[in-house]
């Protein structure tokens, strides 16, 4: 069975400083992971996924095969940064998107 | 192009009722996934829809269901509604499914 977790809940950091969001996952098979951004009041979209390799808004995040994790990275976070940020897996094969609970990030002025 | 549209985009029904969400995908999405969102449980998978056929399930009761029509619309069931249903449910479309998924406003539903 694929799982995602994300154990923080609330994440609160101030502007400038580095954040971290965490996401460990459990499949069996190849995964693809991806981070999804929800911003007030605004869709759910896609931020980021594991194959692209890119940066986006300053956001990067490795698969770690090893340690089963696919943690949100970004070094000096900012205000517009504060939204409601899911982790989601996708396995290669099948066609079910299975989404963590989710990370509530607030960046503090 | 236009986005995923979702309709209603707000329902209020009574304990009992059954309820009947409209999606349509964005031109030329073949797949179209349903999601019910709640504070206390996130997002949760309930089915993908591609070329009319239901190729994933979540765990969800029965009383959930959905169908696709030939022109990739989505309509989602829900019968004999509980409390508990009361939820944001999103529809979500993309050309094949295991990809980049586009998110629609979502329906909030309320059961009294």
């Known amino acids: 069975a694929q799982r995602v977790t994300q154990p923080e809940k609330l994440l609160s950091v101030f502007k400038g400083a580095p954040v971290e969001l965490k996401c460990n996952y459990s499949?069996?098979?190849?995964?693809?992971l991806f981070w999804y951004v929800q911003y007030s009041r605004q869709r759910l979209q896609l931020l980021l996924r594991?194959?692209s390799r890119e940066s986006i808004k300053g956001f990067t995040a490795d698969l770690n095969k090893g340690e089963t994790s696919f943690h949100l990275k970004k070094p000096f976070a900012q205000e517009e940064d504060s939204a409601m940020y899911y982790c989601?897996?996708?396995?290669?094969?099948?066609?079910?998107?299975?989404f963590g609970a989710g990370t509530r990030l607030t960046v503090k002025p | 192009k236009a986005g995923v549209t979702q309709t209603p985009r707000y329902l209020i029904k009574t304990r009992g009722q059954q309820v009947t969400l409209s999606c349509s995908p964005i031109?030329?999405?073949?797949?179209v996934s349903w999601y019910q969102q709640t504070p206390g449980q996130g997002l949760q998978f309930l089915f993908e829809?591609?070329?009319?056929?239901?190729?994933n399930k979540g765990n969800f009761p029965g009383r959930f269901s959905g169908r696709q029509f030939s022109n990739s619309r989505s309509e989602m069931n829900v019968s004999t509604l509980e409390l508990g249903d009361s939820a944001l449910y999103l529809c979500?479309?993309?050309?094949?499914?295991?990809?980049?998924?586009?998110f629609g406003p979502g329906t909030r539903l309320t059961v009294l």
């Open positions: 499949y069996s098979g190849s995964p693809e």
């Open positions: 031109s030329g999405h073949r797949s």
């Open positions: 594991h194959i």
């Open positions: 979500a479309s993309s050309p094949s499914g295991y990809n980049e998924q586009f």
């Open positions: 829809y591609f070329s009319e056929t239901q190729r």
């Open positions: 989601a897996l996708s396995g290669h094969n099948n066609n079910d998107m299975r």
